[in-house]
């Protein structure tokens, strides 16, 4: 990335923040990075590098929430993801980075407003329900690596556990990114600089992830995530302003 000193400050910034909300909340980190790094970086590399990371941070969580997991809803998210993944990388690939960029802005924005003003789901729990909210999230994954907003609204518009949504959030992007990177691999956009972006950010991933784990270890995660909401909001926001200048 040819980024001046401020710009890779705030990278930096951004990068670290997203970490620890990742490590603290299990959701939030690509939402963060491509909202924030979005303004700095072209779209396509930025979703490539929260994809790489995202999997990078499930694997450094994944040893200690295994007995959480609530499987059944893992695999019919995965199937729903499988379908909509391939239609959101198309859109990536299709779509000029001013789209993409406004797309992520509104996504972002839209489900962190969801989120903070307690959204509730009434309605009836199956695999259908669930196989949807999967097709919602890959569509959103592989345009923005935003999966995570529709199945974090859902969750916890539902009454479980902040424990197992936790778990099985971390699980569900482990398997959803690698589906993610394989499909876009297909449509080479992964270079080597993005490879590069990954190796110099990994530093950053792991303290801040470290840093998040020990956070929730001994608080509630409750108030944690409404503050990375809220920061989602901010975000979004000012992608938006960007966005709506750009068009002007």
């Not at 996504?107 to 789901?121: D, H, M, N, P, Q």
């Not at 398997?175 to 297909?186: H, Q």
């Not at 270079?191 to 950053?204: E, F, R, W, Y």
């Amino acid at each position: 990335m040819d980024l001046s000193i401020a710009q890779l400050s705030y990278a930096v910034c951004v990068l670290l923040l997203a970490s620890i909300v990742r490590g603290l909340t299990g959701f939030g980190f690509s939402a963060i990075i491509v909202t924030g790094l979005s303004l700095v970086v072209a779209p396509a590399q930025t979703v490539m590098l929260a994809l790489f990371l995202e999997i990078i941070a499930s694997v450094r969580m994944l040893p200690s929430t295994w007995k959480n997991i609530n499987y059944k809803l893992l695999a019919a998210l995965c199937v729903g993801t499988a379908v909509g993944t391939p239609v959101g990388v198309s859109l990536l690939v299709l779509l000029s980075p001013d789209v993409i960029r406004l797309i992520i802005s509104c996504t972002v924005l839209i489900f962190a407003v969801l989120i903070w003003r307690g959204f509730k789901y009434t309605g009836k729990r199956n695999v259908g329900v669930d196989c949807f909210v999967g097709l919602v999230s890959g569509v959103c994954n592989g345009a923005a690596a935003l999966g995570g907003l529709p199945i974090v609204t859902f969750l916890l518009s539902t009454e479980a556990a902040v424990v197992a949504t936790r778990a099985t959030l971390i699980a569900v992007f482990f398997c959803t990114d690698v589906y993610a990177l394989l499909v876009a691999g297909g449509h080479g956009i992964i270079t080597s600089q993005t490879l590069v972006n990954v190796a110099c950010s990994i530093p950053l991933l792991l303290i801040g992830v470290a840093v998040g784990q020990k956070l929730f270890s001994v608080a509630s995660p409750a108030v944690f995530k409404k503050v990375a909401v809220f920061l989602l909001i901010g975000l979004s926001c000012v992608g938006l302003i960007k966005s709506c200048i750009t068009f002007l």
